[in-house]
């Protein structure tokens, strides 16, 4: 590692857990992440002798403990859009720049230092949700192990998806340098795409296999999609791939505009 890039990743880690919303946008994850999911389990759990039939069927006891991971992901994708956007609304970032002139090491240190913090964040709060769900189903049965069928990669792709969504909002909140304008595009992204696909799916069902809402069923769950609109769920490769697509756009973009100018 370069002595420049060292000491921007240092700064950068710095900055990254000495502001307050860093842990009250993590404790919000992690709250709705883990408490949602697990109060799912729960009622599942409770409500087992009244299932009929098909219900227990389709019952996915991974896909299941993450049912609260649709609300953590906002407050991660709000982390990734505060990490970069409150430098501009503060106009801290001129100050920045003048202790890292260079604009293509300063992104490529707060990248990095974000990416992998989200990354750890993340994988802890999908393997304790994890492990949560499993303590409950374990008294109906219904426990599965890391090691039984997809389950250690449907969770490790848990805690992957929410670092990228992490990321989209982060070169959102660099491409659009104001807070609330950023979260509201990122909610609109991850969240409002869907009725704009869902308006021109009987034309083609591509719009919804690129939603990373959808790519999120397929990464995570173990069980095979039922039921009405399944064409709607890609398949694992291109859930990957749609991931990848995600991170290439948005990192890429905002590399390109944090680049051009402060």
């Not at 991850?190 to 069902?205: H, I």
Request: aromatic share 10%; glycine share 10%; hydrophobic share 55%.
């Amino acid at each position: 590692m370069s002595a420049p890039l060292g000491a921007a990743l240092r700064a950068e880690w710095i900055k990254l857990r000495s502001v307050r919303s860093t842990y009250i946008t993590v404790g919000i994850a992690l709250l709705l992440g883990l408490g949602i999911g697990l109060l799912d389990v729960i009622s599942t759990v409770h409500n087992w002798s009244g299932m009929n039939a098909a219900d227990r069927a389709s019952f996915d006891p991974v896909g299941n403990t993450f049912s609260g991971f649709q609300f953590g992901e906002l407050a991660f994708g709000a982390l990734g859009v505060l990490a970069i956007s409150t430098e501009y609304g503060t106009d801290l970032i001129r100050t920045t720049l003048v202790t890292v002139p260079s604009r293509r090491l300063l992104y490529t240190a707060k990248v990095l230092v974000l990416s992998v913090f989200a990354l750890i964040v993340c994988e802890t709060c999908a393997f304790s949700a994890f492990l949560l769900g499993q303590a409950v189903l374990s008294h109906r049965n219904l426990d599965v192990g890391l090691a039984h069928g997809h389950v250690l990669r449907a969770v490790g792709f848990a805690g992957l998806y929410m670092m990228v969504v992490t990321m989209v909002g982060f070169g959102l909140g660099a491409i659009i340098r104001h807070t609330a304008g950023a979260i509201a595009a990122m909610v609109a992204i991850v969240f409002l795409a869907w009725p704009a696909a869902r308006a021109v799916e009987s034309f083609s069902s591509l719009p919804d296999r690129m939603l990373l809402i959808n790519a999120a069923d397929a990464l995570t769950a173990t069980h095979p999609a039922t039921g009405l609109h399944t064409e709607r769920i890609p398949s694992f490769g291109f859930a990957c791939l749609d991931l990848i697509v995600y991170l290439a756009v948005f990192l890429g973009i905002a590399a390109w505009r944090f680049t051009r100018d402060a």
